[in-house]
């Protein structure tokens, strides 16, 4: 069974410029989410949606950063204009479903930013 | 718990020795962790879960015990091998469909041969 797939897997761009990242989870889960995770830190959620549909987006900040999963399947994550502390490493998650006690999330290998 | 920032907590074992990495967590009400292993370059990978209604769950080689008393928990890892080498977390799911995971501070874990 495929993995969840990212990509770009490494970026660099300048600070101000923008910057966007590809998912496209495990075939059948209806849950996808990105998160973000610094250096020497745990993964922190941005953004969870079920289906085309966003269920937590709290944690996202809403002025530079954006997310779509228009299809359902496949999603973008966007950062317009990029800072300087955006640099970090974004997974992208993907699971069953929702609203049980346990929905395993499986992670895909990230996406390395790096805004100079 | 929570991310507390570049310092991660170390544990270098020698390859075939048990070892123990630990997780404190702050929410009384907390009802299930997940223990996370992350190889570097990789995602975090599914190792182990335990609610709260269990005080020690086992797997294959690993065993996480919890204490809700002192609001703590461990993950054992025993005979431990040189593929055992990432950073490890604990997590509780969380938010209204527990997916919102919360990743507590990591343990980096290195094993010599």
């Known amino acids: 069974e495929a993995g969840v797939a990212q990509s770009p897997r490494y970026k660099i761009i300048e600070k101000r410029q923008s910057v966007a990242f590809w998912c496209n989870p495990i075939?059948?889960?209806?849950?996808l989410y990105w998160y973000q995770q610094i250096l020497g830190q745990g993964p922190k959620l941005l953004i969870q949606?079920?289906?085309?549909?966003?269920?937590?987006d709290s944690q996202l900040p809403k002025d530079r950063f954006s997310a779509e999963r228009l299809k359902g399947v496949d999603s973008t994550l966007k950062i317009q204009p990029a800072k300087l502390e955006d640099s970090a490493v974004y997974l992208c998650a993907s699971s069953l479903g929702w609203g049980t006690f346990r929905h395993e999330q499986f992670f895909g290998p990230g996406t390395r930013l790096t805004v100079l | 718990g929570e991310s507390v920032g570049l310092h991660l907590p170390t544990l270098s074992v020698q390859e075939g020795d048990n070892s123990i990495i630990n997780c404190a967590y702050s929410n009384s009400a907390s009802d299930y962790f997940i223990w996370y292993k992350q190889e570097s370059g990789k995602g975090p990978q599914f190792i182990i879960d335990?609610?709260?209604?269990?005080d020690k769950r086992q797997g294959q080689r690993v065993t996480v015990l919890l204490n809700k008393t002192v609001k703590h928990l461990s993950l054992q890892i025993a005979a431990t091998q040189p593929g055992d080498s990432a950073v490890y977390f604990c997590?509780?799911?969380?938010?209204?469909?527990?997916?919102?995971?919360?990743f507590g501070q990591g343990t980096i874990l290195t094993v010599h041969p």
């Open positions: 335990i609610r709260s209604n269990m």
């Open positions: 949606f079920q289906n085309n549909g966003v269920v937590d």
């Open positions: 997590a509780e799911p969380g938010g209204t469909s527990y997916g919102k995971l919360t």
């Open positions: 075939s059948g889960h209806a849950t």
